[in-house]
């Protein structure tokens, strides 16, 4: 919105040039998401807890810590976190953009999921929401929409549009063709219900988000720019750049919920946040031919999702568990391992494989 109304008139004065410029209107964007997550913070947890009662159900097979520490605080916490990013978005990105209009799309798509199921889950003071086939279902539909819609978005000489990029292979492509709407899809679920998975002590997921984010945010002005992506012999998709200000507005918004987020959490982001970010990254890894490499950055929520496909496919064959509990964080609280310890070796984690992940830019 900025952009359109003062852009233009940087040819007059060059101090609103700067608004013609990727890099100043991210970090606008994260300055404002942030101090949006800040001010309305507070009162938005208070309204959280006086609709809520008694906040977010507790698993009673859970660890036994959970029970005491954690009850009585109140979810939907991503709440915040939305509309924090959707105003900074809105205000900083350039809305003529197919592909931040289609990131937005799954966002608040996956985003509404999850406060239903929030909404459900707080409402029967039980764990059971909205149905699992249901919730995927919808799911499917959106992200199928969004690949659909970003096929059109991309270049299409060469097969590029249904193209799979693979890193360490410069200037390479894997045409799936028709199965790239499949692929894709899975992408953006995948990687929604793997962060949701990973939410699940203070602060261990919204840290991870933010790092991903960053990741992107850096992937996307690349591959955004013909010059640096030809230089690093990445994938050039023109116009992508400006998924960077919406990346920067998560991150802004996602340290303002962590400021209240941080242990002992004063709110739970639950599935309206866990899913919308989730679905978020995972549209973006599509949007900048980098699905590959989001596997490697977001490695840790792949190995919370892949914990708990082992945990049920043993139990079902064998009768036995791998884990403690599953997802893998609570195998370790079971271990007796102290929460932020876990929440914090967990981040270090999260940072050498972002560090893993943004490698392949450079070798090629």
Do not use: C
């Not at 889950?121 to 969004?146: C, M, N, P, W, Y």
């Not at 998560?250 to 946040?273: E, R």
């Amino acid at each position: 919105m900025l952009y359109e109304w003062l852009g233009p008139l940087g040819d007059d004065f060059q101090l609103f040039n700067l608004f013609n410029y990727i890099t100043f209107r991210t970090g606008g964007a994260v300055m404002t998401a942030m101090i949006i997550s800040f001010v309305f913070g507070r009162r938005t947890i208070d309204w959280l807890r006086s609709k809520q009662g008694k906040g977010q159900p507790i698993r009673l097979d859970g660890p036994e810590s959970h029970i005491i520490e954690k009850a009585g605080t109140p979810t939907m916490g991503g709440l915040l976190i939305l509309v924090s990013m959707l105003i900074s978005t809105l205000l900083w990105g350039d809305l003529r953009s197919p592909f931040l209009w289609t990131i937005v799309l799954v966002t608040v798509g996956f985003g509404a999921i999850g406060f239903f199921d929030d909404y459900q889950k707080v409402t029967r003071q039980s764990h059971k929401g909205v149905s699992g086939k249901l919730r995927l279902l919808l799911e499917f539909v959106i992200a199928a929409i969004a690949v659909y819609i970003l096929m059109g978005a991309f270049p299409q000489d060469d097969n590029f549009a249904t193209g799979l990029a693979i890193p360490f292979l410069k200037d390479f492509t894997l045409n799936l063709g028709l199965f790239f709407i499949p692929f894709g899809v899975l992408v953006v679920v995948g990687s929604a219900n793997a962060v949701n998975l990973t939410d699940g002590l203070d602060g261990l997921a919204i840290v991870p988000v933010m790092i991903a984010a960053m990741s992107f945010a850096m992937i996307a002005y690349i591959v955004g720019n013909s010059v640096f992506s030809e230089y690093l012999g990445v994938p050039s998709v023109p116009g992508s750049a400006e998924v960077t200000v919406f990346l920067g507005a998560i991150i802004g918004a996602s340290l303002g919920f962590l400021w209240f987020n941080a242990p002992p959490a004063m709110v739970f982001m639950g599935d309206t946040g866990s899913l919308a970010l989730g679905g978020a990254l995972g549209v973006t890894a599509v949007a900048t031919k980098h699905e590959i490499v989001l596997a490697v950055i977001g490695g840790l929520f792949v190995l919370e999702a892949v914990s708990v496909i082992v945990q049920v496919a043993s139990f079902k064959l064998t009768g036995k568990r791998v884990f403690a509990m599953a997802p893998i964080h609570h195998h370790f609280e079971k271990k007796g391992w102290a929460e932020p310890t876990i929440v914090i070796r967990f981040w270090i984690i999260a940072i050498i494989l972002a560090l893993i992940g943004l490698s392949t830019l450079k070798l090629r």
